[in-house]
């Protein structure tokens, strides 16, 4: 019984602690909600059930993106259509932003959006989780120098992307 | 040796927050580094800001519960023996089998439309072409050991992959001259044929197929019955993985 109350602790920790950022990820890789939602309930029934196999609590994190970024690649990823329903959920702090910050915001995610997989990857474990490039190099299972690259890339494709639709006017066409 | 500009652009680009020695001293060397230092600061901002969307609040909770299961998988009733059950019982609509999360298929259906039934049900294709929806759907389908039929297919207007009672199903999204209705389709899970199921508003018309189930939801308004042909006739099940 001690035994199944403490798992149970610890799952509703990782729950907790975990939640909103794997959410995010989910989120920002399959640019639908319904889809990132069932995608970390999927991650985290697959937690629940290997727990016993989490003996590190300070790799959970790690281990937590790893179960989500193969259920993706396993179910999602090929199978699904990029929907792109990220408008519809709610930006944190987004009523407080001028309107040409909201502007520029609309601009980044969009941009976010268009990033290829091999940029937007690092830069979402770097900003989303807080991952040093020494744990997305772990992550990803790529150099640590091939990381810098990628994040220094994103960023710069990030800026050069919000630069010509901001200077086009594209920004009635986001999302 | 020093950094010079393009090598401390190239880092404070890569890793905005950096805060080693060496990246400080070059930061204060000189105005140009710590101009570059400070944008890259700025934008870094902005970019969480884009990035930090909230989590719907139900999810922690549903999320929550998956710790409510039983560790191991509990054995399947024999379905002649549940039915005997729920006829002297009288007291429950359906014959199901053990789930993992909930109580009946009645608990599920209601669980998971609320959880996104009505927000997919909105969902347009528009930006998907009718022949990359009908691949999605095969390959969908395929990986359940199943397959829709031209017709079903023609009318799939979303589809996705769902948690069911037993594994892994399907939920779509289909047209019909009455509105748009549900089928979430459960390859592992068996219903009483023909059995009509109702919850909050909505109601759902029960196929037992050869293998699994499927579970036709619509409002109550919405003659669910009148798909049945069409998921009997569409949905071919347990076909051989190839």
């Keep these: 019984m001690t035994s199944d109350t403490d798992k149970t602790r610890r799952f509703n920790e990782l729950a907790e602690a975990y939640s909103t950022d794997l959410y995010r990820y989910a989120m920002w890789i399959c640019h639908n909600d319904a889809l990132a939602k069932d995608l970390v309930q999927e991650t985290f029934l697959r937690a629940w059930r290997a727990l016993d196999s989490l003996k590190d609590v300070g790799a959970a994190k790690s281990w937590l993106i790893t179960i989500l970024r193969r259920e993706y690649a396993r179910t999602f990823e090929r199978k699904v259509p990029k929907f792109t329903d990220v408008e519809k959920v709610v930006v944190v702090d987004d009523d407080e932003l001028a309107p040409d910050e909201r502007l520029e915001r609309d601009l980044l995610r969009r941009g976010i959006m268009k990033l290829d997989a091999k940029y937007r990857d690092p830069l979402l474990l770097q900003v989303v989780f807080g991952h040093s490039c020494a744990e997305i190099s772990e992550q990803l299972g790529i150099s640590k120098s091939a990381v810098m690259t990628q994040l220094f890339r994103a960023r710069e494709k990030l800026k050069v992307q919000m630069q010509r639709d901001g200077v086009t006017g594209n920004v009635h066409e986001l999302f | 040796m020093s950094m010079n500009f393009s090598e401390f652009k190239k880092l404070i680009g890569a890793d905005p927050w950096n805060r080693d020695s060496e990246t400080l001293r070059a930061r204060h060397s000189a105005p140009e580094f710590e101009k570059a230092a400070n944008d890259a600061e700025t934008f870094e901002r902005k970019l969480q800001s884009a990035l930090h969307i909230e989590m719907p609040a139900d999810l922690l909770k549903d999320i929550k519960k998956i710790s409510h299961q039983p560790a191991q998988r ?6 002649a023996l549940a039915a005997s059950l729920v006829i002297a019982v009288g007291a429950v609509s359906m014959v199901w089998k053990q789930s993992h999360q909930w109580d009946s298929v009645e608990a599920y259906l209601a669980d998971h ?8 049900l909105g969902h347009s294709s528009d930006n998907i072409s009718e022949q990359d929806l009908a691949e999605m759907t095969g390959k ?17 207007k ?31 899970t068996q219903v009483t044929d023909g ?3 109702e919850f ?23 003659p669910v019955e009148s798909l049945e042909t069409l998921v009997r006739n569409s949905l071919k099940t347990g076909m051989v993985e190839t």
């Design chain 2, 140 to 156: 969908i389908m395929a990986s359940l050991n199943a397959s829709a039929g031209q017709q079903l297919t023609g009318r799939i």
């Design chain 2, 113 to 120: 439309y609320a959880h996104d039934g009505a927000a997919v």
């Design chain 2, 74 to 79: 509990r054995n399947w009733m024999p379905l």
């Design chain 2, 158 to 188: 979303f589809i996705k992959f769902c948690p069911t009672p037993e594994g892994r199903g399907a939920h779509m999204v289909v047209n019909t001259d009455q509105g748009p209705m549900t089928i979430i389709f459960m390859p592992g």
């Design chain 2, 195 to 197: 059995e009509m199921v």
């Design chain 2, 200 to 222: 909050d508003q909505m109601h759902a018309f029960m196929v037992d197929l050869e293998h699994g189930s499927a579970a036709i939801i619509g409002r109550r308004s919405q």
